[in-house]
């Protein structure tokens, strides 16, 4: 698939509010977010040392990294904590149905 | 005018005491409540410097920050094992762990290697390893070491002479606290009697439901003793009760006040500035209306109720619908007034439904003239129901308003107007020619015991 292109990548049943889910699209890791403000998708990997978010937690709008505690809005991406610096990409995401779609960012 | 007495610290406002009207409530108080515990401290001023001497603040930061037990965090800030809280007091950090299911441990925030910060920012995170981000030494949540890259070229580290430092920490009434002095007192001894008050109103049962930390422009003291008297509330807040609330010491570390909601004596206020509230006083269904705020569906006192009696029912009701919990059996003290205890040297408890609080004042990292001020308001939790994750903080500059929070609700502008002479004082520290500030003997005794404790711990 192409970036910008929506494709379907999980149900919203897999995806309940306050979890997590990694998902594979175009042979990339995103990680979905369920938050009180919706869904949202975002890179899977850390932006300081590549640890896999997934393996961290989701806590409000956050997603904690487990290796070293960073943070990151995971509404835009932005890094919100040492010793992360950079963002994470973040990635359209539709609701069509129970379906949750996903476009690629860059 | 007033209930004169030739020792000092005896004299009282004139009209009905807390205990006056608690004995005339419509359901009668939990004993602490009734207890009544007031000491004389002294009358000598306190030195402005205390406030804005940079070697006053350097003093604290070594001996009192460095020595006293205070709260991080809730316990439910970290319900599964690997969650963690950073928590920070002036130089000082420290990472309060779940180490396991019923386990919480708490460390210096540093590297045993070349010391630097593991964890960077305040507030919740989850490691299930803490990690260091510059050569990747790693630590379980027990603290011990675990990984050592190039362990060849460290003979001279033993098997656990490089855990993280532990601090100690004991958990109280839901909340987390910590206390770098390894050779504190245990916690249950710094409680003192705040334990045994608060089997009657468990703050382990409450939930956060907000938390709003703002920055204030004064230093944390002073912005504390902002909020351990209801003196300022005729000036402050337009306020025609406050003279009459009750203040009580506790032993070195925690002294409260109670004071009471829809009520007032006009007599107390027989020496402030104009008729106000005196000539005529107000009407028990004045003050009714001036409790509107809490969203009463009452509008009128009925023949022989109070506007406490009605306001407390009102509330028993409305509250105990909204949150899912009795209250049919809650004492009217508990249902409306502002009850605050106050653990040395910057914490505050309010076991109220009503006015259900929690503060903590703490220098805003090495600045003496600004403070950081967290707020939460800890709600009853129904029966059985488990804590739900506590929401973020709301992060207020010294320039925002409480309004900000639509949550406060109410409470937004009081607390406007309670931190909006902080600048003004700050400044005025400064600038004074008198050397100390002068404090009422009764209605400003807990500002005393803080300092007085304050000076037990400064000794060397």
Redesign the interface.
Known sequence: MSIGEFSRVAGMDELPR?ASLCVEVGGREILLCHTADGVFAVDNLCS??QARLC???L????I?C??????FDVRDGRA????AIRPIASHKVKLDGESIMVALGD | MTKENSQPGEARASGASVADTLATDSRGAPPPLLQQQYQFLGDSDIPCSRYTSQAFADLETERLWGRCWQWACREEHIPDVGDNYVYNIGPYSVIVVRSAQDGIRAFVNSCTHRGTRLLGAEGVGFSPRITCPFHGWSWSVEGRLESLPARWDFPHVGDDSHDLQAVKCETWGGFVFINLDPDALPLAEYLDVMPQHFQHYPLERRRVRLHVQKILPANWKAAQEAFMEAYHNFETHDAPNGANAQYDIFGSYVSRFIHNIGNYSAESLADYPGNKWRDPPLTENQLLQSLSVFGLEQEEVPAGETARSVAAEDLRRLIGKALGVDLSSVSDTLMLDSIEYHLFPNMFFFPGITVPMAYRFRPNGDDIDSSIFDLMVLEPLPEGAEHPEPPEPFKLSVEQSYTEVEALSWLAPVYDEDTGNLDLQQQGLKASRKPGITLGNYQEARIRRVHLTLDEFLKE
């Not at chain 1, 487990?66 to 943070?71: D, V």
């Not at chain 1, 919100?80 to 010793?83: D, F, G, M, V, Y």
């Open positions: 306050g300081h040392a393996e961290g937690k806590k409000g709008q956050k904690l487990p290796l070293h505690g960073a943070a919100l904590s040492r010793p």
